[in-house]
């Protein structure tokens, strides 16, 4: 089945230990996100790629970083993780960018990061 | 900023019953989505609906796009224990980006 995997699922690492989460897919669509979410919020847009054009979004923290080396694998860095870092996050992808079901997105099931 | 406001955010029902959750913003979308998302998982798609007015079902979920494409609902018939989640409407505004709702967490009592 087409779909979208997030590694690993659960992610511990210390305060300021760089971190990276990994998200790939399977749906050859065009566009991947990265998403954090923190308990019982809706899931904040960190940035996403449309092909290899890389978009950020204008709050989030220098801390993250993207890479996506090929359609199918994208990378999430954080260089300095702190304690407010703690979160779930989520990838997710569309096919491309428009209205309808261009833009509907799929998403994996995350990665749960604890930093200690 | 597109907000999307939901409502209620908690909602907590014996099965059988009925629900309504109420997606509302003061922004028009060029389209809907509604998620659902359970405990320690990512958001899955439900519906998107597009066209001001409509109505899609989906077997006892009920979605509705206001006429002035600004607003939405979910509404389901005997809720079963199977339902509870976390129900996220997002909103896709003109820059083609989902703005989230705050989400509605609806559990079903057996």
């Known amino acids: 089945d087409a779909m979208v995997i997030q590694n690993p699922r659960y992610q511990v690492t210390q305060f300021g230990k760089p971190v990276t989460l990994s998200c790939s897919q399977t749906?050859?669509?065009?566009?991947m996100y990265w998403y954090q979410q923190k308990s019982s919020q809706a899931p904040k847009l960190l940035f996403h790629?449309?092909?290899?054009?890389?978009?950020n979004e204008a709050d989030t923290p220098d801390n993250f970083q993207s890479r996506r080396p090929n359609t199918s694998f994208c990378f999430l860095d954080i260089r300095s993780p702190g304690l407010g870092d703690a979160a779930m996050y989520l990838c997710?992808?569309?096919?491309?960018?428009?209205?309808?079901?261009?833009?509907?997105?799929?998403f994996g099931p995350g990665t749960r990061l604890t930093v200690l | 900023t597109q907000l999307l406001e939901q409502s209620p955010q908690f909602l907590s029902i014996q099965e059988g019953e009925n629900l309504t959750v109420y997606c509302n913003s003061s922004s028009v979308f060029s389209s809907l989505q509604w998620y659902r998302q359970e405990p320690g998982e990512g958001p899955v798609l439900l519906v998107t609906?597009?066209?001001?007015?409509e109505v899609k079902k989906l077997k006892r979920l009920t979605f509705q796009f206001g006429d002035a494409r600004k607003d939405s609902s979910l509404h389901i018939t005997a809720a079963q224990p199977g339902d509870t989640g976390l129900y996220l409407c997002?909103?896709?505004?003109?820059?083609?980006?989902?703005?989230f709702g705050a989400g509605t967490t609806v559990t079903v009592r057996a």
């Open positions: 790629y449309y092909d290899k054009d890389f978009n």
């Open positions: 609906v597009v066209t001001g007015g």
């Open positions: 749906l050859n669509h065009n566009v």
């Open positions: 997002a909103g896709v505004g003109a820059n083609y980006k989902l703005s």
């Open positions: 997710a992808t569309s096919r491309g960018v428009g209205r309808g079901k261009e833009v509907e997105q799929f």
